[in-house]
């Protein structure tokens, strides 16, 4: 099975070696296609309509949706609400939760030491607005979440456990099914999945989980769309942070009230486009034996890639040889020479890398790596990809 030809940008870019997806994929034909014929067919703004384009508009608009929850195992697609990227969805859980006093002064909110920025810095607004504590759970040896550390700080006060469920640093991949077990009923349970979404099927049930954020530029689809699922107990507790258009049913002089769910939460037009991409990259997904295929290819280019790594003696990898939880990224450091020289070099070759701190300051200060190299894989990477890799990598060393 030849994925890479699915993906125009290589027929379009021959010499191109795409080392990048983590921060986002890139689009089968099967997505671009798709977009072209919505909008080509039946684009129209959704709710609200009496024509057939809208309600062809609105079918493919909540099909989305239903696949998105089919997905996660959730109970209803009501209980999805696209927002625009992360910062968005994390932002209004947290106000939410502050709008709505669920979190109020001295509560406590636990994070990993390895968050993104889009978990961490939410909270800290929280902090500095209403003066929640916020304590970090560290990380072993293995950079696997420290459950010691974890049970040692998970006292009364915590009201929100928010970790992510695989790093964008170490690439370790959290067992938060056991956090979902030890979490008590008094306690929210957060998960950033944008990083555990492209590599295998989430389960909110198992996860006990109470709100997902993940992002879909990183799984086939384009960027813009973000996806929020919670429960819609909580749904119906929370106050939206933004509250106009869709989000509202009746205004008059002195009041409004809010519509139903999921169209309380997504105020004004809907990122339409990119929803309906969204559908189609998970057809896409699908039509190559669904995640099965993903886990193969995965197995096969991380065990290749690790081998060379192991043999460049003066490559430090930032990630756990001895754990087998991991997804197919590497993130490294070569003491003498700049991570953003590394990437510089690798870009004057066609190979795409990142370089830098990879939105992770906390963590990677506490470990005292300035900034890393970034080197990611996906189903359309192939060995020969990554022998170009080392053969530069070589030359740089
Ligand atoms: C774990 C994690 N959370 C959040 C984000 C933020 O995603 P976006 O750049 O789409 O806002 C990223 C992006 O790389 C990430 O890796």
């Given at each position: ?9 290589f ?6 070696i ?12 099967m997505?671009?296609?798709w ?21 062809k508009?609105?079918?493919m608009?909540?099909d989305s ?5 089919d ?30 006093h ?26 500095d ?25 998970y ?25 979902g ?21 989430l ?44 989000a ?18 997504e ?73 953003h ?12 890398i ?39 990598l070589?030359?740089?060393?």
């Amino acid at each position: 099975m030849n994925i890479k030809k699915d993906f125009p940008i290589f027929e379009n870019n021959p010499w191109l070696i795409f080392l990048d997806s983590t921060s986002s994929t890139q689009k089968p034909k099967m997505v671009i296609e798709w977009i072209k014929y919505y909008l080509d067919n039946c684009y129209s703004n959704i709710h609200r309509w009496m024509y057939s384009i809208a309600t062809k508009s609105e079918k493919m608009y909540v099909d989305s949706k239903q696949k998105v929850a089919d997905m996660i195992w959730a109970d209803d697609y009501k209980e999805i609400i696209y927002t625009y990227n992360s910062t968005y969805a994390s932002n209004i859980l947290t106000w939410s939760l502050r709008l709505s006093h669920i979190l109020k002064k001295w509560d406590k909110v636990l994070l990993s030491i390895v968050e993104h920025h889009a978990n961490i810095v939410p909270w800290l607004i929280l902090k500095d607005e209403i003066g929640i504590e916020i304590e970090y759970i560290n990380v072993d040896e293995n950079y696997d979440l420290d459950f010691d550390d974890f049970t040692k700080k998970y006292d009364e006060k915590v009201k929100v456990i928010s970790l992510t469920h695989v790093s964008n640093v170490t690439w370790q991949v959290f067992d938060l099914e056991r956090v979902g077990k030890i979490k008590r009923d008094d306690t929210l349970f957060v998960i950033d999945a944008s990083q555990s979404i492209p590599h295998f099927k989430l389960d909110v049930k198992k996860l006990n989980a109470d709100f997902i954020f993940f992002t879909w530029h990183k799984i086939l689809a384009d960027a813009g769309i973000w996806v929020l699922w919670w429960k819609t107990e909580l749904l119906e507790k929370l106050t939206p942070v933004f509250s106009w258009g869709g989000a509202i049913w009746k205004v008059d002089e002195c009041s409004f009230t809010y519509s139903k769910l999921p169209n309380k939460f997504e105020p004004g037009t809907p990122n339409l486009t990119w929803a309906v991409s969204l559908l189609k990259a998970i057809e896409y997904i699908e039509s190559i034996w669904w995640f099965k295929k993903v886990e193969e290819i995965e197995n096969d280019l991380v065990e290749y890639a690790l081998e060379k790594f192991k043999l460049r003696k003066s490559v430090k990898l930032i990630w756990s040889t001895k754990s087998e939880n991991r997804v197919w990224v590497f993130s490294f450091v070569i003491e003498w020479i700049h991570s953003h020289d590394v990437a510089d070099i690798m870009a004057e070759n066609n190979i795409c890398i990142r370089s830098g701190m990879h939105c992770a300051h906390p963590f990677l200060n506490k470990i005292w790596v300035a900034h890393t190299s970034r080197m990611s894989l996906y189903i359309y990477n192939t060995r020969e990809d990554i022998d170009r890799f080392f053969e530069i990598l070589d030359k740089i060393l």
